[in-house]
């Protein structure tokens, strides 16, 4: 236990950037005040924001082309859960890790649970696997799984999700979330209908397999693997097969899996709207699912789906409770970096969508005042929330600066000696 | 009537044109039969293949920076007919005429409708337009129809919906068309999930409206005239409100709507399999909403598309009865031979789609034979079917070579001089 | 004159806001100070930033299917340039307007020029107009202007071209902008290769008569009016152009230009490092040439384009020196909001870049430390510059808030009465 | 040697073959000649065209998610050259290999060149890496390699390409290809101008040292594996990085490396204006780099390439001598069959180009007839040229249908038992 952040570290990291903090935060507060914003209402919100971390994301990701290692790579599970316990020591707004099956699969899934106790993690959405074909496997994925023609190869994967939900009840989880490779490379390999057909049909056994109070989140992608078709291409083909399941399905959204230009945040609204928003894969991208890291190229995108989800919750809308998830490949940085400065880049356009001032911002809407409008979000946008955001995590025992308290910590180059054989497979393929 | 081609200058040409004709004709019978494929068969379907002509379409477009009018443009809707007759009697594929109201709103619609009898055309499906401001309206559009913000813009708009269903059944159509330009430029400017609300109510009032036997067609668009959001951006939204509303509602393609890279064969593989495609809006497109001719970029596209409707044909999918209709923009080349040349092309599309051995397609797809499916798919798109096309034409009264026989009639000099006031507004905008 | 914006009540709204903006500037003072950064420096830097105003931006725009006129429009450029000084009142950083002919043509460019004058008005780029018919026309521009198959068509566009230049030196402009709608909208309407050499013969021709002290800037567009081709269809054809054509051409960047995904930023930095940025239009977009408000929509992207042009001018680079323009199209706001939004958006963008420290990013970028070398950026783009942006307008006698200043001076309402048959043709079309 | 096609099985297949062959051979025949095209003028080209072989296409590709090998994948790069001229005994038009190093590095070359002699296969352009990290490698290219901020990795990726060249020479290759993974993921990992002054000042180092007759070919990439940034993004920047060069580099198009809806033929004749198009990467695709088969979805986007190429040899464009490669992902299918195929896909359009009345179409040019221009090239397009292509294949004793034969062949169930240890590594990733 060693490896993890020393509370001590992060106390005397804090007192030396606290009395910048609080004049920063104080001079925010008056500015908000004038705003007839209570920044400690704010505050106590961003608290209580959390961001799940992908096991998977704890490894250095790659291409088809390289996977460059980085040192002192998590081997394991176990070592998976330590480098998140490290992220949320210091950022205190991931304490969810979502597992990858078989990835991540353990003989003990109940030393596996008492383990990440132990580390004060819970575990979010559970993730299945069919677009690999593992060592033992009797057949073939190359062609599909939950629609893939041979039948045999469907029961398959139906019965690999059916483990999942089995495993994850186990570790307490209550989400089981399914995204499949399948699709086709060639124009008439797959004939559209019917392989949608089929996957729906084997959805419809996994869903019938849904412990009560689970929910499954089904995948959309555009392309990846495949490279012609994909069988849920869109939200359009997502949300039809939610709604074919029943009231438990619920359609996810990955930032990185839509077609250039198209407008995410309305997808959002659509999703709240036919109560089927289940969750996020945040990430951001240039040209296709580039897997960086969330917000960095796109901030004002992440703002604006945060300024709808929020306006869900301030509208009290029915059924809206999604889950929040990093999904991000880290090729050229630390992971546990990326993923505690992606954590509290989601974190800042949530706080951001909260400072909207609504009910002005409905009236401009009502008035078709477009310019009072854009103006309005873009006030809440500009405001730098970075007092707010490092304030929470220090009242909860976490970094003003998260990243330099993490180098100061020296943690990688202590696992680096623990992990010798660490850089191997498994890992950090999103 | 003097200016529709004569029947004596097609006779005369096809003459010269049927020699080389009939070789072509029967060599490609040859081939085909060595396929099992009886070439009369498809060119009996040939022959009964219709594709309706936009009323607007036959006027020169233009873009927000130009217009550049060709001569001759017809001015009035009875002009329109005259032009799209000629289109008819050279292609015989084109029998219907769709309007656009209240571009071709005439004081006494029984008129027009003895008028297009006697030109032997049909009335295809009714458009309405709330997307411009007309001289005597009482409420703009400028910020949305159907989902506006005043209930009077929305009632203003519902009304001359409602309207168009009453001048369509005068015409005999079956069809209203609504596409609208509501949208948003600026991220706020619109509450997205109200807007979706009031658009869908104001629809609901139009649905209610729907004679029997008539179906509602919605076109959705991702973007322009709307620059950040548009009501009914894609499939998703346009099959939701088509499923909100009823079994007469139904979604319309068009080819240029979508989000680059979109798969759109398979979005109509979608809406055949939830009996929700209503029809077509044909047009090919590079970069954006382009209505380019027809065909006249992606024809393997084309040809994609009309493999699943040929196959939902083949396979008796309930429900299937989509309409096809050309909607382009005709910038820079007379549109009278655009619109007939892009009948034949989309009349080509569906030709070779019915030379695909379905059974063996079939058979590779079970079997996982990506290259042969393909394969099967490109012999059938490699088929030079111009002699099918041709044949069907001629043996209807048309011509052989539609484009030259037009440019001998000398049809647009002589309308040019008949129509002196041509080159203004309200025709060819698309 | 009565029409401007009245001091007294600039000074009077500035008095109401300023002690907050005091407060708001003094923490900043202290947190840049913390940074070892003197705000007044960068107020300063701020006061100097100047971005022209299109001549036609303050006109409402629209698109193909309609334009919705607002009240009060300019209906010409002596009204333009009224609004113009308005905009130039408020923001302070407006003082140069870009004319268009033959739209702002006028008998005595002497007097337009007492005019501007007057107005304390600039006159930033020429541009051409080479993508219409004008109604005296001779040679239609149909099938192109400077590439046309015609002689005398191109001639004549190349001859427009140097009265610009002519009218450019009355009005003491130095800069020449081209840029034209030539293209195709068919494969193998034009013989690409044989196009550009007769744009580019054309452009030798109107470089020749450039003044000494000039420059030729050439503006590339992907798509729009022509929709399969266009002469100068991205940056590469552009730099090839201006390489071609000597030292005093150099290419346009409008943001709205591009393919899907590129990274404009890139193109910024080879132009720069090629010595052949000229200049910029600047707008936002999400879909094509949306034509946007600046920085409405994709603000980071707009902080990174100023990160390169803020490290060009920190390493002194050879030959830099790019003219700001925005170039929008204002379809359902005020014109004039939307243009003193745009200039602060931008020059939000400026001040922001100002405060990269840019040291400590080469030390990253030449350690790899990709992760800190973004967190640089975000620093900079995150700190809310606000209030450098209205104390450096305070400071030049603009205003603290310049849409509610305007709002209040009720510029628009008293120029709709003067303005009785404005809403016609030529103005706004971008 | 026993594994390569049996030519008496080809020509047991061809008789079959040949009677249905020579009918439809005959007709079109008859049809040309009605073009006044000699259709053993077009036969004989036909036979004329070669196109490389990657050596890495010969294994199965995958995806960063998965890789399905299939079976009897080459181990190495004799095995490579096995299925290769295989390939070359079916299709007759690919006698020439690419191969990549390190991938194909063997310790005595002239034995290798012994071997392709042996096999009638010769050398095509010469394939560095320095996108992967090898086993026993001094620098990382994690952070690029020609554009590295180490000088010695930059030497490192400077001494290995001039290793390949001295390889390539004992071969018989006349070319170098570079593609660099170099780029960023991240805004402000790199300094873009910096990073491109490194890789030109490398690239000049390896230009050095290209022997008299070579040529350097660059080719560029849009992204991946880099996600935000990459060195050589587009043609702008390669073309310019030719011109630095001098006139032995020249530029390579890969038809999956552009951004969404580019005008990629446009590329290709701006790259023959300025001598500056070196060769081709053909393979197909619809989101990004997809390397699907080559014309498998585009087909006239292909002729269209093939337009502007049969244009420049028509012209006699001086320094036109372009190389054509494949380059693709074959994930789903056996790659021999995919080579064979999309050999004769590339061929398709090129014969079909052959066809185009060049002419009648620069008449329509000229007198901007843009649709009967377009129709001329559409003409050529529709004409199935199958029997040509069969014709020349048969001719020079390759198979009248290859994939027919090769399956007949049962090549592929043979070298399944010979190579047991396949479906490792270093094959088929593209």
């Not at 704890?58 to 998140?84: C, H, M, Q, V, W």
């Not at 069988?231 to 959204?253: C, F, R, T, Y």
């Not at 308290?405 to 497979?425: H, I």
Request: with cysteine; glycine share 6%.
């Amino acid at each position: 236990m060693t490896q993890r952040i020393d509370k001590a570290l992060i106390a005397e990291q804090n007192d030396k950037l606290m009395p910048a903090l609080l004049e920063d935060y104080d001079a925010l507060a008056r500015k908000l005040a004038r705003q007839d914003i209570d920044i400690e209402r704010i505050t106590k919100q961003a608290e209580l924001f959390q961001i799940a971390i992908p096991s998977w994301g704890t490894g250095t990701g790659g291409t088809r082309f390289a996977r460059f290692p980085g040192e002192g790579e998590p081997r394991n599970i176990f070592e998976k859960l330590e480098d998140s316990a490290v992220i949320n020591d210091l950022s205190q707004a991931t304490e969810r890790v979502s597992p990858h099956f078989p990835w991540d699969k353990v003989d003990d899934f109940k030393e596996l649970k008492q383990y990440s106790d132990s580390l004060n993690l819970k575990w979010d959405s559970i993730n299945s696997n069919t677009f690999q074909d593992q060592q033992d496997q009797q057949h073939s994925y190359k062609y599909g799984s939950l629609s893939n023609t041979s039948e045999a190869a469907r029961e398959q994967a139906i019965e690999h999700n059916v483990e999942c939900i089995k495993w994850g009840k186990i570790l307490g989880s209550k989400t089981l979330t399914v995204w499949v490779g399948d699709g086709s490379n060639h124009p008439g390999q797959q004939h559209f209908q019917h392989a949608f057909e089929r996957y729906l049909n084997s959805m419809k056994k996994i869903y019938a397999e849904l412990p009560a109070g689970w929910e499954l989140h089904i995948e959309h992608k555009m392309f990846e693997p495949a490279f012609y078709s994909t069988v849920i291409q869109d939200w359009g083909s997502n949300i039809l097969a939610a709604m074919e399941l029943g009231p438990q399905a619920k359609s996810l959204v990955d930032l990185g899996h839509h077609a250039p230009n198209v407008n995410i945040e309305m997808i959002v609204s659509r999703l709240i709207q036919f109560k089927k928003l289940g969750g996020f894969h945040f990430n951001d991208s240039k040209y296709g699912d580039d897997d960086l890291d969330s917000g960095s190229l796109h901030p004002y995108q992440q703002f604006l789906i945060f300024n709808e989800l929020v306006d869900a919750q301030y509208r009290k809308q029915e059924g809206f409770n999604p889950n929040y998830m990093l999904d991000q490949s880290h090729n050229v940085t630390d992971p546990i970096e990326s993923l505690i400065n992606s954590a509290a880049s989601v974190q800042r356009s949530y706080v951001a969508a909260l400072l909207v001032n609504r009910p002005a911002l409905t009236d401009y809407q009502l008035n078709n005042d477009a310019l009072m409008a854009s103006n309005t979000l873009k006030e809440a946008f500009h405001t730098d929330v970075t007092p707010i955001l490092a304030m929470a995590r220090a009242r909860k025992g976490g970094a003003i600066d998260p990243i330099r308290t993490y180098r100061q910590s020296a943690y990688r180059a202590t696992v680096a000696k623990q992990r010798p054989n660490s850089g191997g497979n498994g890992s950090g393929i999103v």
